[in-house]
Structure formats: structure tokens, C-alpha cells
């Protein structure tokens, strides 16, 4: 950047050596007296060599401003892949509750579009803004040098110039937030039409849709268009503003000459500086632009990072391994941040190795009791334990490494089966990953695929079929081998064909752990040690299920209901 900056000082001098001491023979200064021996060679010598100067620095700058191009350009690309890696750590390690409030394509835009307009900025412009102070400041220090008045001539139009420049900066900032915010709604928008094209396409609303994002799409429209007059009039100001400059030095310079106070080489000096000394202010005008923009992407990001995760590890938390299953709620009362209790003093105890099945109508509690599990939130109020010790004691990864889930809607990615499974355990063998396989009943299917267990699954699961997405969640969970379990309504849209096999698998899944069970099948409980019926977010019924059909009149007739529902269920059950 210095090499850049002394060659651009040097550009014009070539030219006034020509002018001034080889075309009208003016007396070399002390200063230049080493070009004598030059000049006394004749007037064509001395030309050509004085003219080779002009290429010669021209060829440093080049180079100087390649390594300079180069090298912060590779600075800002370390910085974006730097910025958003943190970015991504940063977000998933947020709380649940945070991702429950955000918009998935706010986010999105966040990670990628953010963290580019940062780059400009940042990375590039911030040297590129250095170098154009540097260029400044040894341009005036050699006008003054030469002719301090026509400085100061040039030096008054920058008050005018830079008040200018920040009024607009001002406006751009306030108009690209607005625009980012637009473009923020329009990514949030294209996923959640893309998540759910099937739906759109179903009830006919393609049409309705188009109009919803034409309608965010113009706000975003009018925005840019606004953003990119008031950079064509940051230009426009500083055209106007280099005329005038330039006008002013030309005529008052000319003066001078004429006075023989200036000769024509210093002139030549003086315009061509003058013009080059515009050319970074129009650069930073442009940068201003980026700038305004870019601020606005840092308070953005700022938003993300200066969020800390609510649920964290405390200073003398301790690893949760080897663990046993022993499961304690102990006056467990929570709601959601909005007043309204989910749970109200919930106490129960399971015993390693217990299945425990929570039933009751939805929103009664049962999935909280499970997040509250995992530690997706704390408790309000009571204290939850596992072999003794309050969770909030233990490290959180190592807890939830502890823990095995299987999902009513099974999450798997667009990646090969073989990699869905071993995200359970992620050293696990080969061997490993078909004996979980074939535990879960999946190994036979798998090996119908194409390419087996190299098989891409597309996203969100959709090549397969429920039963078949279920049975690999379920491999997935068996090769945690993890000595607790979370089962939420595993049996959920699955025909009677799917359930028997998926009913089979968890059997062996369950063999020998503590396990939650999650359902409103009540006929999925039947083998259960320990039944919770939850209403309102408290236990209002607990025994076995044969206990209960006895003396709950209300689990009874839920029993009934179920069974009145889907009579070819029970028939399936009864085979199975």
C-alpha cells in the first residue's frame, strides 16, 4: 500500500521535468540536480529516458496495486469464513427458545449475506480507506510544499465535500437497514413456501402466494432504487466539487505563471494532483455507501452474537457418564415466558431401567416434561434429577449424550443412510452401524436401495417412507446405546403394516433403559411399569395400566375411546 501510494506522488513529476527543463529549458533546482548529466545529452535522450520514467512507475504501481489487490482480498475471505464460522457455533449453541421466536430465514440471511457485506467493508475497504488517507495526506504535504495558497484553495472545498458525504451516508444507513430487513421477510418467505410447496400446490395457492412476495419483493425494490439515487448523488457531489477545485487551481495557477511566480510544469503538478486527489474522495464516497450498508450488517450479527445462551454449564459442573437411569421431578413447575403454567409442581420417580408412559390430551405437558429432560430449558421451580444429582450439575453435551430420542416426526439429513445412523455415535464401525440396522429392521430395505447404505436421503427424509424414516431414527438411537430414552409418539402417521415393525425395533431399543414414553395412543402403554395421565400440566392419574382400566373411570373411558377410533389397530395389537 505504501509502494502504491509513493508511486501514485511520483506519477505526474516525469511531466514536469519535460515541460519545464527539457522543452522550455529552465534551470534544474539544486534539487534535480542529478538529472544534468541527462539533460547535457541532448533533448531527444533526455526525453526518451524521462519518458521511460513514466512507464517504469506506472509498472511498480501496477505491481504494488496487484499484491495490494490480492492480498486483502484474501484477508477478507479469511475474515468471512472466520466471521461466519463463529456465526454458525454461535447459533447452535442459542437456546430452543431463542430458535422458537427467530425466523428461519432471517437467520439465514444473517449468516451468508451479513457476513459478505462485512467483507467489503472490513476487510477490503479498510485498507483500500488507509491507503486513500495515506495518498491524501502526501499529495497535500507535497502541494503546500510547492504553493501553500492554491493548497488552501483546494483544502476549502472539503468542509463542504465531507458534510455533504455524511448527510447522505446518514440516509443510506437508515434506507439499507430498512432494505435488509425487506430482503430478510423475502428469505423467510422463499423457505417456508419451499419447506411446504406440497401444501401450496394441494389447496391451488400458487397464485396468492406470488402476490405475497411481489408484494415484500416491491418493498425491497423500492428500497434499492432509493439506496442507489442517493449513491448516484454522492457522485454527483463529488464531480461538482472536483470541477470547481480544478476550475479554481487553473485559473488562479495561470495567474501565477503568467506573474512568474509558478512555471507551467507546477501547474501540470498542481491539476494533475488536484484531479488524482479527488479520485480517493470519490472512492471514499463509494466506501461510504458500502460502509453505511455494512454498519448496518454489523448490528445485525451483533444482534446474534451478543446473545448469550440461556442454558449453560456452571462452573462446577461435572461429566455425566456411566449413568444409571434413575429419573427424579421433584415440584417441577414451568411456563414458556408468556405467564401461562405448562407445568404445576409435577413430582415422579422412575427407576433405572423403568418404562414410564405419559398420556393425556395435547398441550397437557407430556413434550415439556421431555425438553425439561434434555435441557432444552430449566425448571422455574423444582429440581429434576438423574442418579441423585440435580441435572443442572452435570455438563451439558455429556447429559444429553446420556440420552437416546426418537421423534414423532423423524429428522434426518440429506446425506447417506450410513451417516443418518452414525449421527448417533460418530466413530461408529461399519459393523456397528448394520447391527443397529438390522436391531431396527431397516437393514433389509436398506439393501433394496441402489446404493444401500451409500444411499442419499433427500432432505427432510422425503425419499422414504414414514415407517422406513422412523426405523432409521430408531437405528440411530440404538447406537448411542445411551442408558436413557425419550420416546415422543414413535408410532404417529404410520399405517398397521409400518407400526408393527417399528413396534418391534423399539422393543429391542427399549430393552434394558429408562424410558420415556410420550403418546396418545393409549393402547401403546399397556407394557409400561408406570402410567402418568397429565391434565392442564399436572398429574391427575398414576399406576399401571391394568390398575388404572380398574379404578380410573376417566382412563377407562379414554382406553375405550381410542379403541372405538381405530378398531383395526387393536386387532393389529392383539396380533402383534
Not at 484553495?153 to 465535500?161: G, N, Q, W
Not at 486527489?277 to 455507501?289: D, F, T
Amino acid at each position: 500500500m505504501l509502494g502504491f501510494t509513493l508511486t501514485g506522488l511520483l506519477a505526474p513529476w516525469p511531466l514536469k521535468i519535460i515541460f519545464d527543463y527539457v522543452l522550455l529549458d529552465e534551470r534544474l533546482p539544486s534539487s534535480l540536480s542529478f538529472l544534468g548529466d541527462v539533460l547535457q545529452r541532448g533533448r531527444f535522450p533526455a526525453l526518451a529516458l524521462i519518458s521511460l520514467a513514466i512507464v517504469l512507475i506506472a509498472l511498480l504501481k501496477g505491481v504494488f496495486s496487484y499484491a495490494q489487490l490480492y492480498i486483502t482480498s484474501r484477508v477478507g475471505y479469511q475474515m468471512v469464513y472466520a466471521l461466519r464460522r463463529q456465526l454458525f457455533v454461535h447459533l447452535q449453541r442459542l437456546s430452543l427458545s431463542f430458535h422458537n421466536r427467530a425466523r428461519f430465514g432471517e437467520l439465514l440471511s444473517k449468516l451468508t449475506g451479513d457476513t459478505n457485506n462485512l467483507k467489503d467493508v472490513f476487510a477490503e475497504s479498510a485498507l483500500t480507506v488507509t491507503g486513500y488517507l495515506l495518498t491524501l495526506f502526501g499529495m497535500f504535504a507535497v502541494m503546500f510544499a510547492m504553493n501553500w495558497r492554491l493548497s488552501l484553495i483546494v483544502l476549502a472545498t472539503f468542509p463542504v465535500l465531507f458534510y455533504a458525504l455524511s448527510y447522505l451516508y446518514r440516509k443510506i444507513k437508515a434506507s439499507a437497514k430498512r432494505q435488509r430487513r425487506s430482503e430478510g421477510r423475502i428469505t423467510s418467505r422463499i423457505s417456508e413456501i419451499l419447506t411446504a410447496v406440497s401444501v401450496v400446490q394441494a389447496f391451488g395457492r400458487e397464485r396468492y402466494e406470488e402476490e405475497r412476495f411481489e408484494t415484500e419483493s416491491g418493498q425491497t425494490l423500492e428500497e434499492s432504487i432509493r439506496t442507489a439515487r442517493m449513491e448516484a448523488s454522492s457522485t454527483r457531489i463529488v464531480e461538482m466539487i472536483t470541477a470547481i477545485g480544478t476550475w479554481a487551481v487553473i485559473l488562479l495557477g495561470s495567474l501565477q505563471v503568467l506573474d512568474g511566480r509558478m512555471t507551467p510544469g507546477d501547474i501540470l503538478i498542481f491539476v494533475s494532483y488536484v484531479t488524482s486527489l479527488y479520485k480517493p474522495i470519490r472512492g471514499l464516497a463509494r466506501l461510504s455507501v458500502k460502509a453505511s450498508k455494512a454498519m448496518v450488517s454489523a448490528e445485525r450479527i451483533a444482534e446474534i452474537l451478543e446473545k448469550e445462551p440461556e442454558i449453560q454449564d456452571n462452573a462446577q459442573a461435572v461429566e455425566a457418564s456411566g449413568l444409571k437411569g434413575e429419573i427424579i421431578f421433584e415440584d417441577v413447575s414451568f411456563d414458556y415466558g408468556n405467564g401461562k403454567s405448562v407445568l404445576n409442581a409435577v413430582s415422579f420417580t422412575v427407576s433405572p431401567g423403568q418404562t414410564v408412559a405419559l398420556v393425556g390430551p395435547s398441550g397437557a405437558g407430556k413434550s415439556t416434561i421431555a425438553n425439561l429432560l434434555l435441557r432444552f430449558y430449566d425448571p422455574h421451580q423444582g429440581r429434576i434429577l438423574i442418579d441423585g444429582t440435580d441435572i443442572r450439575q452435570y455438563k451439558l453435551a455429556s447429559l444429553r449424550e446420556q440420552i437416546a430420542v426418537v421423534l414423532q416426526t423423524s429428522v434426518l439429513f440429506c446425506t447417506t443412510i450410513k451417516e443418518n445412523i452414525a449421527y448417533g455415535k460418530l466413530d461408529a464401525t461399519m459393523e456397528e452401524i448394520i447391527a443397529a440396522t438390522k436391531a431396527a429392521r431397516a437393514h433389509d430395505f436398506i439393501l433394496e436401495l441402489e446404493h444401500g447404505y451409500d444411499s442419499i436421503i433427500g432432505e427432510r427424509g422425503d425419499t422414504l417412507s414414514g415407517g422406513q424414516r422412523q426405523r432409521i431414527a430408531i437405528a440411530r438411537a440404538l447406537i448411542r446405546n445411551a442408558p436413557i430414552l425419550i420416546l415422543d409418539e414413535p408410532m404417529r402417521g404410520l399405517d398397521v403394516e409400518s407400526e408393527m415393525a417399528v413396534r418391534e425395533a423399539l422393543k429391542r431399543l427399549m430393552a434394558g433403559k429408562t424410558c420415556l414414553l410420550i403418546t396418545h395412543d393409549l393402547q401403546a402403554v399397556a407394557g409400561a411399569d408406570l402410567v402418568l395421565v397429565l391434565q392442564e400440566g399436572r398429574i391427575v392419574e398414576r399406576g399401571g395400566h391394568s390398575d388404572l382400566m380398574a379404578r380410573s373411570r376417566q382412563y377407562r373411558q379414554l382406553y375405550e375411546l381410542k379403541i372405538g377410533q381405530n378398531p383395526s389397530r387393536a386387532i393389529s395389537m392383539e396380533q402383534a
